[in-house]
């Protein structure tokens, strides 16, 4: 066959999120895409990816060598993952939290990670559900006319990254995601219900904080002038069995507990070093912009540091989130403006 003139670039691909009605079936023509304001995107290779090789010991004293009965491919625990890094809007960012903690979908003022499990903790292949998604990377087959569709994704972790010095000030977002179902090409569906990026107007940018508070408790809010900030929320998503008549589907899925991280780095003065006086004393956290907020109410602080940089020292801390009181309390939440359409 004669070498291929068709190649693939991230420049021509549009990414969506797209709600599914049935774990393991793709999201249909007419079902509700929302459109991440991608910067950059990766995923585990399609054909042999997310299985490795397992292989047969050999025979002791000679005998059998490796024949093809021998060596299988790993495919009843695979796992694909794809990784999405978004600009920080309200759509794509509750869309995400909706998959992630079953909160967040746009229409939704507040978007709430409170202190219980999951509201679902196990998820069966076959069953009516709209919490996992399918991620579409349109015209992204190898041909460039076919799209790349992740069916059945469920997010591990989503990052926010701010930085008043870098990309503008926009807030960027990273999620993870993991799907058990082998990825598929198929030709454009004329999806016929998407929140497109130019309806993603207003983005979380570092230039529009308003208030940006460590409030001790029992103390008094410490105004931080904050640097930069990093916030991660995550989960472990397990596969459960597979079926090997329809090329090793998973059963379903188990879902783990979140962990809440982060750092923030701000001037070194009297409000960010009483902010972080010794003891075992949480703090609450508020980031607003007036348009979009990050409030975590009980933080703990993770062994703080000082960045003796040449444009002024730094006071770096890093800090867990929790749950105070009863198991519906907040651990995390993301308000965002309703997008103007």
Do not use: W
Not at 30 to 57: C, I, M, R
């Amino acid at each position: 066959m004669a070498k291929s003139a068709t190649f693939q670039i991230k420049n021509n691909t549009n990414v969506y999120i797209g709600t599914e009605a049935t774990m393991g079936t793709p999201s249909v023509a007419d079902a509700a895409l929302v459109e991440l304001p991608v910067t950059d995107y990766s995923f585990s290779e399609l054909g042999a990816g997310g299985q490795s090789l397992n292989v047969a010991p050999f025979r002791v004293g000679g005998g059998l060598t490796q024949s093809d009965d021998m060596v299988k491919a790993q495919r009843h625990d695979r796992m694909y993952e794809v990784s999405v890094t978004f600009m920080c809007t309200n759509a794509a960012t509750k869309r995400v939290l909706l998959n992630l903690y079953e909160d967040g979908s746009v229409s939704n003022d507040l978007s709430v990670l409170i202190g219980s499990m999951p509201s679902t903790l196990l998820f069966e292949h076959g069953q009516p559900n709209t919490i996992p998604v399918s991620l579409i990377f349109r015209d992204l087959g190898h041909d460039s006319t076919s799209d790349m569709i992740f069916k059945s994704c469920m997010a591990t972790s989503l990052t926010f990254s701010g930085d008043i010095g870098g990309n503008g000030g926009v807030v960027m977002c990273t999620a993870v995601f993991q799907t058990a179902y082998k990825p598929i090409a198929s030709t454009d569906l004329a999806y016929s219900s998407i929140t497109t990026v130019s309806d993603q107007d207003t983005m979380f940018n570092m230039h529009d904080l308003s208030t940006t508070e460590i409030t001790p408790s029992g103390g008094s809010a410490e105004d931080l002038l904050l640097y930069s900030f990093e916030l991660n929320i995550a989960r472990t998503v397990t596969r459960v069995g597979f079926d090997a008549s329809t090329d090793f589907n998973p059963m379903g899925y188990a879902l783990g507990g979140y962990e809440v991280t982060g750092s923030l780095n701000a001037k070194r003065d009297s409000e960010s070093v009483t902010a972080i006086a010794e003891g075992n004393t949480p703090f609450a956290l508020d980031l607003d912009t007036t348009v979009y907020q990050i409030l975590a109410p009980t933080c703990f602080i993770d062994n703080a540091s000082i960045s003796f940089d040449e444009d002024g020292f730094k006071q770096v801390i890093p800090f867990r989130a929790t749950y105070t009181g009863a198991t519906t309390s907040t651990i995390f939440s993301f308000a965002g403006k309703t997008e103007d359409t």
